[in-house]
């Protein structure tokens, strides 16, 4: 909120840029679609391309021919898992569109898809209205203030309800959609739609597979035209509630009469730029219906770049992107994806990243799906892809140079002295951040399994695609267990799992075995404790021999730490920096384990506070005697279990609400808030994961169905003595 009344404030001393910005990429849109699994993304992208004259005959989803699921577990199974990005023309506008996965195991992917869109399109599948993975993507959006068109997509099925799509948008989502259209289906079976606004009707050819399609004025006087002009005096009526503007006209000229369709128009992009409605359409993608006008609207209505971000005018006309995703393309390597803010990103070019570091742009590319067309710049407000980037991670910034960085925090801090806020600090912090940050918010693995490659020969090949897989996915994990000496995935669900196993199969042929999905537990300490340990062994002849003083003390501040008192300086002043580094890594490596259930010991902190080491004592001896020293104490004082915990979010009839209440409480879980929205209540709780399996079907059986459910992870949390006794057993397969 703060940031946005800022950038309000900050406009005016912009004006000059953004004018001369104006011209160059007011006719692009970086667009999101989003939606519940099987609402139609991926068919309704296909058809964008088709039309926009991309590809010369639309894929199909169960044909497997789709150019945006272009991985091959994504064209098995036929739903989207890494977002692509995909480009193409409409009237003289450039549309980016990132298509993302629905299915929560894959939120990460979609978070860091909305970092690089200005505004998205949700679809909703006719026949369910609003589900339950449309309620996340639609806080998700809500987080980024992303403006938003609805498509309300499969209207040729016969059980498809418009109504009730509109009903949902306004008492689930608690919106004001408007619809721009209405539809009829023909004896014929074939849809029709007509326009609230130009009081038309469009009729597809199915025959050309929809590209063609006809628009014809309405009689006057005709019950269709009847119809459609009162619903466009109930559009601007409801618009002009919403828009200042409209609201002055309406009242200078006490009609509706002279309204013109501009008016309208300029009237909804308005509201819909500053997220107080939602325009809503309607079509079939399968059926090649209502696509054209899709596209229109989002040219209409959804921002061109130079409408939001003005943040980053602080970097003048230098260059400055954010990575948004990395993939791994076989032939080209890693494939960086960015979205330009500022300047141009052109090929051989060398950028500087913000948190340190120097990249040359070997090559540059125009998104589309799995083809890349090679290009020489991308310009300000575009997504380009560039190959040959080492060290770039997601949610990296790419600038010109290190003083434009420089000059750029300096021109932000200037702007806020002549600034007059109450809070002057605490903006100026989280501006800063969040243009500068460079951490993308990566959720915490809260499942795990061990992976294992067919033979020992492929272990390298297998920790070779781990790792190129994971530069792509920041959201898994992956470990080296050393009691075990297994490797171990973590990550966000079992789905998340297969989809890795099965891409390593079919990327890199290796047939690896996955060990049974577990919760991730984690383990953190009560008290402080501290331990001196001694070992000595003779090796090869040599003896060898150290003896170690460590502390473990509660708290997350500063991982290693070293006892610097008056009364100890004299001990770790000797210290060498390389000795430091091994002890370090030693005793911050025994943190990876606890020793109840093998989960990472968080919300710890070791100290060193003596260390003598036997002549000619190995490094390896002496990290081992760290490591060894730091489980010592952990098994003297003992760990306690934190457990993953998910936020859900319930919709439900208020009629259903006690019974999910009881059952919520039977799982232990939390309850945050319990908010009225229309017929409905919205209930918000916080329960540990592993009470959660099989939760979707049980709401589904107490609440006939009518009750939705969405879920995140929201962290750890401690657990009382009994529930940690299940849990271990749990982990030990007994339960
Ligand atoms: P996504 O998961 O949102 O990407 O959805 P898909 O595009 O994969 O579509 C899911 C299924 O719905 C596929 O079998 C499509 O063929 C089907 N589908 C998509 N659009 C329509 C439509 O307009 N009408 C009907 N009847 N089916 C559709
Ligand atoms: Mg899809």
Not at 174 to 188: A, C, E, F, T, Y
Not at 474 to 497: C, F, K, N
Not at 550 to 576: T, Y
């Amino acid at each position: 909120m703060l940031i946005k009344k800022i950038l309000f404030n900050l406009q005016p001393s912009f004006r000059r840029t953004i004018c001369l910005r104006f011209f160059c990429n007011k006719d692009i849109r970086n667009i999101g679609i989003l939606a519940h699994i099987d609402a139609g993304k991926t068919t309704t992208t296909e058809r964008m391309l088709f039309y926009s004259g991309k590809i010369h005959s639309p894929g199909e989803v169960h044909r497997g021919n789709t150019v945006t699921d272009c991985l091959t577990q994504e064209r098995e199974r036929g739903i989207t898992i890494c977002s692509s990005a995909v480009s193409f023309s409409w009237s003289g506008n450039r549309i980016n569109l990132l298509d993302t996965p629905g299915h929560i195991d894959f939120t990460m992917e979609v978070e860091q898809s909305l970092h690089a869109v200005d505004g998205v399109i949700i679809v909703l599948d006719a026949a369910a209205g609003v589900e339950a993975q449309t309620l996340t993507v639609w806080a998700q959006a809500n987080k980024h203030s992303l403006p938003r068109i609805v498509f309300v997509n499969k209207m040729d099925r016969t059980d498809s309800d418009f109504e009730k799509c509109i009903a949902d948008l306004r008492i689930k989502l608690g919106v004001k959609p408007l619809s721009l259209q209405i539809h009829k289906n023909d004896d014929n079976k074939t849809l029709t739609i007509y326009d609230v606004i130009t009081l038309q009707k469009y009729r597809w050819n199915s025959e050309t597979l929809g590209r063609d399609y006809v628009t014809e004025n309405l009689v006057a006087g005709d019950d269709m035209f009847l119809k459609l002009q009162h619903r466009r005096n109930e559009l601007i009526d409801e618009l002009s509630g919403l828009d200042d503007e409209l609201a002055d006209f309406v009242i200078k000229h006490e009609s509706f009469e002279n309204i013109t369709n501009k008016m309208i128009y300029d009237a909804l992009r308005r509201t819909t730029l500053n997220n107080k409605t939602v325009p809503v359409i309607l079509g079939s993608a399968y059926k090649n219906i209502g696509i054209q006008k899709l596209m229109d609207a989002v040219i209409q209505y959804l921002p061109a770049p130079h409408e939001r971000n003005q943040i980053y005018d602080c970097f003048g006309n230098d260059f400055v992107g954010k990575v948004f995703k990395i993939i791994h393309d076989k032939h080209r390597g890693p494939l960086t994806l960015v979205r330009v803010y500022r300047g141009n990103m052109k090929k051989g070019q060398k950028v500087t990243l913000s948190r340190g570091g120097q990249e040359i742009l070997n090559k540059i590319f125009e998104p589309l799906a799995d083809e890349y067309r090679e290009i020489d710049t991308v310009q300000a407000g575009n997504i380009g892809i560039c190959s040959g980037l080492k060290n770039t991670t997601t949610g990296d910034l790419l600038i010109e140079s290190t003083s434009s960085l420089k000059n750029a925090q300096k021109r932000l801090k200037n702007i806020y002295k002549n600034e007059e806020f109450e809070k002057k600090d605490e903006i100026e912090e989280n501006i800063i951040n969040e243009i500068f940050s460079t951490e993308p918010q990566v959720p915490v693995a809260v499942y795990f399994c061990s992976i294992e490659p067919p033979n020992l020969s492929t272990q390298s090949a297998m920790e070779l695609a781990l790792k190129q897989l994971q530069r792509e996915d920041p959201s898994l994990t992956v470990r080296h267990d050393e009691v075990t000496g297994q490797t171990v995935l973590g990550g966000m669900g079992e789905l998340h799992m297969e989809i890795i196993k099965s891409r390593i199969l079919t990327e890199y042929k290796i047939d690896v075995d996955l060990g049974p999905l577990q919760i991730a537990y984690k383990e953190t300490i009560d008290a402080s404790a501290k331990e001196t340990y001694f070992v000595e062994k003779d090796i090869a002849g040599i003896k060898q021999n150290v003896t170690i003083t460590l502390e473990l003390i509660k708290g997350c501040h500063d991982l290693f730490s070293i006892d610097k008192s008056p009364e100890n300086v004299a001990n770790v002043n000797m210290l060498r920096p390389r000795m430091l580094q091994i002890i370090r890594k030693g005793a911050l490596s025994a943190l990876e384990r606890g020793p109840r259930v093998g989960g990472q010991v968080v919300d710890t902190q070791i100290k060193l506070h003596n260390i003598v080491v036997g002549r000619g004592t190995a490094d390896s001896f002496i990290m081992a005697a760290a490591v060894q020293c730091i489980q010592k104490i952990l098994n003297t004082i003992g760990t306690r279990l934190l457990e993953p915990v998910m936020e859900i979010q319930i919709v439900s009839p208020a009629e259903n609400i006690s019974q999910i209440l009881a059952d919520l409480s039977r799982r232990r879980g939390i309850i945050n808030e319990i908010v009225p929205k229309s017929n409905n209540k919205v209930i918000t709780a916080k329960v540990p994961l592993a009470e959660l399996f099989g939760y979707s079907t049980s709401l589904r059986t107490i609440s006939s169905g009518t009750a939705m459910m969405t879920m995140q992870p929201c962290g750890f949390s401690s657990m009382n003595t009994n529930d940690e006794i299940v849990a271990i057993r749990r982990t030990q397969g007994f339960e």
